[in-house]
């Protein structure tokens, strides 16, 4: 079963603004990883953020994570058309190193 | 991180048939897991395979239906057997290489039953 729920489902934009997801998720966690999944292929991963750390980047990608609301949020800036995907959050709990993923939301950016 | 090679890419079965999936990685690893993505869903976990003994499976899944092995550190097979329509799928090798760690995904195997 999913842990998480992710906000919204879909989400169009044009090119060069930014995409904000939302994912929340209901117990306890030791990490939550943020993958991007293109046309039902492999997912790419794209950021891990452990439950001490309150945001972390990675290029054009920032992450947060609200342990106190068991939320966290990916936002990516400047939007490229080759940012249309499907992006999922997955949590692994103290212990437990399987992961857990939420429903995923679909990106797509207008050129 | 570590490349993942699976094999089939993707593959076209009839309703009855078995087919295996595999999973090669280019360095060892801890710990590989098969997952499931049923068409327009998340992912689901299957289970973790384990190294030199039975997989752990996650409820719904039973080895029977699934039987997975893991010879050794870089090398994990999936079995889907007695394939029915509702095992078109896509499943996926992911592997991780410590606690607390990335996990990484192969490209997956896009499975129809027809």
């Known amino acids: 079963s999913q842990q998480g729920e992710e906000d919204p489902q879909a989400l169009s934009i044009q090119e060069g603004e930014n995409a904000t997801m939302n994912c929340s998720y209901k117990?306890?966690?030791?990490?939550l990883q943020w993958y991007r999944q293109n046309s039902g292929r492999g997912l790419v991963h794209l950021i891990l953020?452990?439950?001490?750390?309150r945001e972390k980047h990675s290029g054009r990608l920032r992450v947060t994570l609200d342990t106190s609301k068991k939320s966290s949020s990916l936002l990516i800036t400047a939007s490229r058309a080759a940012d249309t995907a499907s992006y999922f959050c997955?949590?692994?709990?103290?212990?437990?190193?399987?992961?857990?993923f939420g429903t995923g939301t679909r990106l797509t950016i207008i050129p | 991180s570590a490349v993942i090679s699976q094999k089939p890419s993707r593959d076209i079965c009839q309703r009855g048939t078995s087919l295996t999936i595999q999973c090669q990685v280019d360095?060892?690893?801890?710990?590989m897991f098969w997952y499931r993505q049923q068409p327009g869903q998340s992912l689901t976990l299957i289970a973790t395979?384990?190294?030199?003994?039975?997989?752990?499976?996650e409820s719904g899944f039973v080895i029977d239906k699934f039987p997975i092995s893991r010879p050794n550190l870089t090398f994990s097979t999936l079995t889907v057997s007695n394939m029915s329509p509702e095992d078109s799928s896509i499943y996926l090798c992911?592997?991780?290489?410590?606690?607390?760690?990335?996990?990484?995904f192969g490209q997956g195997t896009r499975l129809t039953v027809v």
């Open positions: 395979a384990n190294q030199g003994s039975e997989a752990t499976y």
């Open positions: 117990t306890s966690i030791n990490n």
């Open positions: 992911s592997v991780k290489q410590g606690m607390n760690t990335e996990a990484f």
């Open positions: 953020i452990r439950s001490n750390e």
């Open positions: 360095s060892q690893v801890t710990m």
């Open positions: 997955a949590t692994a709990n103290f212990g437990n190193e399987k992961l857990t």
